[in-house]
């Protein structure tokens, strides 16, 4: 026989081994977590201790309720499961198939659909070597439902329903379980395995490939941005963003000396331009772990950031997790434990430029180790941003099954891995005192946002094709709890100095850009530029891309993005206002047309226009070639284009896009200044 109690502010339900568990976790949330180890393990992965709550339990005949303010948890006394709003309405319901089942949800009046030989149980444990298991957990599908947040996927679904998605990170792809659906629930996987997400027609399953127990959190909202303001009260909201940070960001594939560094940022300031970091990108070291610069061709970094600080200028250097098995550092940190392991063949994670294993950033004395070293080598030349690449990390095969971490097999715990690369490099700036912290990290997971992680969206083509999923990308990422968030400025690879289409792509990109969170160019630009040496002290060395300043692509395309800098400027303390929201709120700073305007149908349709805050309705060009398009404006608010027109909010527009600008729309009202800035005033 099952059992079913109520325990403290808690509903328990035991069957065999199975335990289940839900309890209150922060206002309008709950916990849910079984098992079929002996105990509950409290993972702390992403949530923070929440705060007490006033939870109301009730028992029926056969099952037991919890409230917690917005949302109640039914549990019957088979164990089914099914959450509903402070209306009475159903959120979520899992799905059972069993001769034996009856329905708890919506559908209670319709028994015949859980009434089934199938034997499907909505949480299904199955044991594997080891003592773990693979966990399958199974919900309802609603067929009005949509569904956004997830993180980063390159793909051009906004929507997710439908879409079955990888819980796994890999470069450009960054698995941040936390979803948002429009029936008024979030519910974040709390769980970092390796797995899968299937969001169907005929059913919502969530996998694990290795694991201890199911632990996921929902919550209610009667808006999106209640449910995503109640998500940052749960994981942590991101800190401040340095007022520099919302300033122009300049990098390439790559500098390769101090001189070629400081040309360019004197350049930008003789030319008058704004910039406010400049990228150090890899290999500037003399090998993978040594986390240093090579003097040979950096011989006073301490004097070069001073100058670029005397500019206004912040210096930004790559750090990689890659230890090459010839640098001073390896033969130290394998005697230690703190380099990633592989469970079969030889331990080289990654063989690009070297034979190179990931420091362990799951392992707190890997952290301390890595730290000290970027903090003696970087930080103590003044050096305060750092940009953690290859921070999946990337494996040479993703064969997760094959390595392991200092928590355990990368199977079960390999998503947290960009969470604690990144936390590492925060705790070690707050330790030297520093309370504003921005790193660059190409990857993310639930959390990740306390951290000070700035994420982008990897190493992508330059193509519209991509340029389609990074919009997306950038909105699924916002809706996940990652409101920092940037893309290279046309694409990393594959863009041609030379050939006007990439122009054509570049100024799209780049007008974009002026409208997210971060406006940061980069790229692998061709042709690219062999080195000088080849070899240095039996070390490979790495090619480097042409040119990519502003000034790199002719006249007319620097007048064009010349432009498009004095418009971020103009709007930079707009900016700065909506990164405050982002750390006070957990408000994202792109978002969906629906964070703002969920009653309105056409306003969860739209899916390649967003809202930066709540005063611009940005539509960029997505198309080559695309000299119009078609608009649409929420109802009830006036919207200006940057000509001054003025439009009534609650209909469809075709407006002009020529090359020179995107359609951009000011809501009535507003203080932003969106009309193309005037140069000899700005």
């Keep these: 026989m099952s059992e079913l109690r109520a325990e403290s502010q808690r509903i328990i339900w035991t069957f065999d081994r199975q335990t289940l568990v839900i309890e209150p976790w922060g206002a309008h949330s709950l916990r849910v977590r079984a098992t079929c180890q002996p105990e509950l393990i409290d993972h702390d992965w992403a949530l923070l201790s929440p705060a007490a709550c006033e939870v109301e339990i009730q028992r029926e005949h056969e099952s037991l309720s919890l409230r917690n303010g917005n949302i109640t948890a039914t549990l019957n006394i088979r164990g089914q499961l099914a959450f509903y709003n402070q209306h009475g309405e159903l959120l979520l319901e899992e799905f059972w198939r069993q001769r034996s089942t009856v329905g708890i949800g919506a559908s209670e009046k319709s028994q015949d659909k859980y009434i089934s030989a199938l034997k499907?149980?909505?949480?299904?444990?199955?044991?594997?070597?080891?003592?773990?298991?693979?966990?399958?957990?199974?919900?309802?599908?609603?067929?009005?439902?949509?569904?956004?947040?997830?993180?980063?996927y390159q793909q051009d679904c906004l929507d997710l329903k439908g879409c079955t998605l990888e819980l796994a990170q890999r470069n450009?792809?960054?698995?941040?379980?936390?979803?948002?659906?429009?029936?008024?629930?979030?519910?974040?996987?709390?769980?970092?395995?390796?797995?899968?997400?299937?969001?169907?027609?005929?059913?919502?399953r969530w996998q694990a490939e290795v694991t201890d127990q199911m632990d996921y959190w929902i919550t209610a909202g009667d808006t999106p941005a209640e449910i995503v303001r109640q998500y940052g009260r749960a994981t942590g909201t991101a800190p401040m963003m340095p007022s520099f940070a919302t300033g122009f960001w300049q990098c390439k594939l790559r500098y390769r000396t101090q001189q070629e560094v400081l040309e360019v940022a004197r350049e930008y300031r003789r030319l008058q331009l704004p910039l406010s970091v400049i990228v150090i990108d890899f290999f500037h070291w003399p090998n993978q772990g040594t986390w240093c610069f090579d003097a040979r061709d950096w011989p006073d970094p301490r004097a070069m950031v001073q100058e670029l600080k005397e500019m206004g200028i912040e210096t930004m250097v790559?750090?990689?997790?890659?230890?090459?098995?010839?640098?001073?550092?390896?033969?130290?940190?394998?005697?230690?434990?703190?380099?990633?392991?592989?469970?079969?063949?030889?331990?080289?994670?990654?063989?690009?430029?070297?034979?190179?294993?990931?420091?362990?950033?799951?392992?707190?004395?890997?952290?301390?180790?890595?730290?000290?070293?970027v903090k003696r080598n970087y930080y103590d030349h003044g050096i305060r941003t750092f940009w953690l690449d290859e921070a999946e990390p990337e494996y040479r095969a993703y064969d997760f099954d094959n390595y392991r971490y200092h928590l355990g097999p990368v199977q079960e715990v390999g998503n947290i891995y960009p969470q604690l690369f990144a936390r590492g490099f925060y705790e070690g700036l707050q330790q030297q005192g520093e309370s504003e912290i921005v790193n660059l990290v190409r990857c993310a997971w639930a959390g990740s946002q306390r951290y000070g992680v700035l994420a982008w969206s990897g190493d992508v083509h330059s193509s519209f094709h991509a340029l389609r999923n990074q919009f997306t990308a950038g909105l699924n990422m916002a809706m996940a709890g990652i409101p920092w968030w940037t893309t290279d400025i046309g694409g990393f690879q594959g863009g041609n100095t030379h050939d006007p289409a990439f122009h054509e792509l570049l100024i799209r990109w780049f007008q974009w850009a002026v409208f997210c969170p971060v406006m940061r160019l980069h790229g692998y630009r061709e042709p690219q530029i062999a080195p000088e040496e080849t070899w240095r002290d039996g070390i490979a060395q790495c090619n480097s891309g042409s040119p990519n300043e502003v000034w790199s692509y002719g006249e007319e395309n620097y007048a064009l993005m010349k432009s498009c800098l004095l418009q971020r400027e103009q709007i930079r303390p707009y900016i700065d206002g909506l990164m405050r929201e982002a750390h006070e709120l957990g408000d994202p700073v792109m978002r969906p047309l629906f964070y703002h305007y969920p009653q309105q149908p056409e306003s969860w349709q739209v899916e390649d226009q967003y809202l930066l805050g709540r005063d611009l309705l940005v539509a960029p060009v997505l198309h080559a070639g695309q000299r119009e398009r078609e608009v649409w404006l929420p109802a009830g608010e006036q919207w200006i284009a940057r000509n001054g027109e003025c439009y009534q909010g609650g209909q469809r527009i075709s407006v002009a896009a020529p090359l020179s600008e995107i359609p951009v729309f000011m809501r009535e009202g507003s203080q932003v200044n969106i009309r193309a800035p005037d140069e000899k005033t700005s």
Excluded: C
């Excluded at 450009?172 to 899968?196: K, R, T």
């Design 120 to 152: 499907l149980d909505a949480r299904a444990f199955r044991p594997i070597p080891g003592g773990k298991y693979q966990l399958s957990v199974r919900f309802e599908a609603r067929a009005e439902e949509k569904i956004y947040g997830m993180g980063q």
């Design 172 to 204: 450009s792809q960054a698995s941040v379980p936390f979803m948002v659906s429009n029936l008024g629930y979030g519910l974040l996987w709390h769980n970092p395995a390796i797995g899968e997400v299937t969001f169907g027609k005929n059913g919502t």
């Design 318 to 373: 790559s750090v990689w997790p890659t230890v090459d098995s010839r640098s001073d550092n390896y033969r130290l940190m394998k005697s230690k434990g703190l380099l990633v392991n592989s469970e079969r063949g030889v331990s080289v994670n990654l063989d690009f430029m070297g034979n190179t294993t990931f420091f362990d950033a799951t392992h707190p004395a890997a952290r301390e180790f890595v730290w000290q070293e």
